[in-house]
T-cell receptor
Framework: QKEVEQNSGPLSVPEGAIASLNCTYSDRGSQSFFWYRQYSGKSPELIMFIYSNGDKEDGRFTAQLNKASQYVSLLIRDSQPSDSATYLCAVLKGGATNKLIFGTGTLLAVQP | NAGVTQTPKFQVLKTGQSMTLQCAQD?????MYWYRQDPGMGLRLIYYSASEGTTDKGEVPNGYNVSRLNKREFSLRLESAAPSQTSVYFC???????????FGDGTRLSIL
């Protein structure tokens, strides 16, 4: 079992729809969770981070965390073609606050 | 703001050649990281440095060496390049605690 798992996609959504990206993790001691966006040929850029159970909203983005289910998700409302990218879920390992473990990413394609 | 700066951006090597990838950050971060990214494999940690003067192996350290020259700089060396080391290499840094990593623009390395 991978430490951080994501569906590789592609996830295709029409413009204006809600895109839902999901991630599960195996280390129950994990405390911090991050979503990065990576355009083709570019470096990862941070979109959201979440530490507590529940929802965290920032503009069109909402991160959701459920530690009991070891599940974190990213919702993108009013999806735009410019949101088309690979979204990487990253988890800070419990007990060692220096190593981020990345999932392999979900490719999102927003169709105009 | 420069953030994390990687040099070179592109490099082509012949099998057996050596080279050093340079990384510098101006955010006064304690921790620095080297990743490689290959299609379908996500970001894999090669080495990291939790603080100046310390380095530790990550998931795929074989064939690489690192030097944490000072708090700002963390270099990655390939002593005898192999075609399997063809990849995109990212350097990242983070502050202490549950903070996100910040990435450089990457080095695209091809080994013939």
């Amino acid at each position: 079992q991978k430490e951080v798992e994501q569906n590789s996609g592609p996830l295709s959504v029409p413009e204006g729809a809600i895109a839902s990206l999901n991630c599960t993790y195996s280390d129950r001691g994990s405390q911090s969770f991050f979503w990065y966006r990576q355009y083709s040929g570019k470096s990862p850029e941070l979109i959201m981070f979440i530490y507590s159970n529940g929802d965290k909203e920032d503009g069109r983005f909402t991160a959701q965390l459920n530690k009991a289910s070891q599940y974190v998700s990213l919702l993108i409302r009013d999806s735009q073609p410019s949101d088309s990218a690979t979204y990487l879920c990253a988890v800070l390992k419990g007990g060692a606050t220096n190593k981020l473990i990345f999932g392999t990413g979900t490719l999102l394609a927003v169709q105009p | 703001n420069a953030g994390v700066t990687q040099t070179p951006k592109f490099q082509v090597l012949k099998t057996g050649q050596s080279m050093t990838l340079q990384c510098a950050q101006d955010m006064n971060h304690n921790s620095m990281y080297w990743y490689r990214q290959d299609p379908g494999m996500g970001l894999r940690l090669i080495y990291y440095s939790a603080s100046e003067g310390t380095t530790d192996k990550g998931e795929v350290p074989n064939g690489y060496n690192v030097s944490r020259l000072n708090k700002r700089e963390f270099s990655l060396r390939l002593e005898s390049a192999a075609p399997s080391q063809t990849s995109v290499y990212f350097c990242a840094s983070k502050d202490q605690g549950h903070q996100p990593q910040h990435f450089g623009d990457g080095t695209r390395l091809s080994i013939l």
